[in-house]
């Protein structure tokens, strides 16, 4: 199964670079920060773009990234949402938008991150990298690795939240892929979409810093950040009728601005596109000549999601193909496709695969099968 969702993730990709390029500036949207993208989060198409790969600072979008390793660490069993963590004096030191942790305090990786994510704490950020990493230094390392294997090429971090630094910048594209991976866990929801919660029993309120997250249908989160250097940030993530948008806003002059332009672009993508999951065909077994059995099974993996523009795509339709087949067949060959269609343009092709071993015929594989024949009457 491994094999096979990193089969249909490829043709995900691949889909994504058929459609076709689209303008980078759109008739009719007005975004006022000087970097800006639209992405949709399925296939990590990119449907608006303005000075994309310009290097900013991003302020505590940084922390993004962040939360990604939390969360990687957490699925990975490394660290549990009620594993109380200690904050070092590096951690306790940090300035700016922050929960005041002392030296020595102890706090929850659930309360660590809800401060993270809703005030955007400098000094939780900090604890929750130490914790997975053992020091902010090799955190960073890690984030830096992380970033190129997500193909952020404009990205260099200096530390894990986001404060000023010189040389810690990105773009506004890949901000766009490191949330396109963070929300691939579903469990960060639950703290982007909460708008005040506390820490400490009750005795530190938190206030979520995405006003978005009271005012836009289909909102899920997802992150703002402000400094001096890099301006007002935010990365937002809505979702509608199943398609998934990430505006990143990079540089506003004005908290007011960036969320405008979040939702002006946010707004530009529902009214343009549509997500659409084509339905599964119906498989049938298919035969295999010179096998010790006369068919195989075929396994459809997950059906892709298609971005198509809004009111201009036809029907999707599907054809299956399969191979000529001759034995040994092995579990997770590639025995076909599923080729996706709108309007005659290929959209995706899928693989079907074996869903099982196939042996090819020998004497002493028919002499076994009429024992154990035998052996049944």
Not at 204 to 219: A, D, E, F, H, M
Request: aromatic share 4%.
């Amino acid at each position: 199964m491994k094999k096979l969702r990193l089969c249909v993730l490829s043709l995900l990709t691949a889909a994504a670079l058929l459609l076709p390029a689209l303008p980078a500036r759109a008739e009719g949207l007005e975004v006022t920060a000087p970097s800006a993208v639209l992405m949709e989060a399925s296939t990590g198409q990119v449907l608006f773009e303005k000075d994309p790969h310009a290097l900013r600072s991003c302020a505590s979008i940084t922390k993004v990234m962040t939360l990604c390793l939390v969360f990687q660490a957490i699925d990975s069993g490394q660290l549990s949402l009620d594993q109380a963590l200690t904050a070092s004096a590096h951690a306790a030191s940090m300035g700016g938008s922050d929960i005041w942790l002392e030296e020595g305090e102890s706090m929850t990786v659930d309360d660590l991150i809800k401060a993270t994510v809703i005030m955007s704490a400098n000094d939780a950020a900090v604890v929750l990298a130490e914790a997975v990493s053992g020091s902010e230094e090799a955190f960073v390392a890690q984030m830096n690795e992380k970033a190129q294997q997500l193909g952020m090429n404009d990205t260099v971090f200096k530390n894990c939240n986001g404060l000023d630094e010189e040389g810690h910048v990105t773009s506004a594209y890949d901000v766009a892929l490191m949330s396109r991976e963070l929300i691939r866990h579903e469990k960060v929801f639950d703290y982007t979409l909460t708008w005040m919660d506390s820490v400490r029993g009750g005795e530190t309120q938190l206030v979520n810093t995405n006003k978005l997250i009271r005012s836009y249908p289909g909102i899920t989160g997802l992150k703002t950040g402000t400094t001096g250097q890099a301006g007002s940030c935010i990365t937002a993530t809505a979702e509608r009728e199943g398609l998934s948008l990430i505006a990143v806003v990079l540089g506003a002059d004005s908290t007011d601005h960036r969320f405008q332009d979040a939702a002006a672009l946010l707004d530009y993508g529902f009214a343009g596109w549509k997500a659409t999951v084509p339905e599964s065909p119906a498989l049938e077994p298919v035969p295999v000549a010179r096998g010790m059995e006369p068919q195989v099974e075929p396994v459809l993996g997950e059906m892709p999601t298609l971005l198509l523009k809004a009111g201009e795509a036809g029907e999707v339709e599907t054809t299956v193909t399969y191979e000529e087949l001759t034995a040994p067949v092995t579990r997770g060959d590639v025995i076909g496709q599923v080729t996706c269609t709108v309007d005659g343009s290929v959209m995706a092709q899928v693989d079907i695969t074996a869903g099982e071993d196939v042996a090819q015929v020998t004497f002493f594989g028919v002499l076994s099968h009429l024992v154990q024949a035998l052996f049944t009457l």
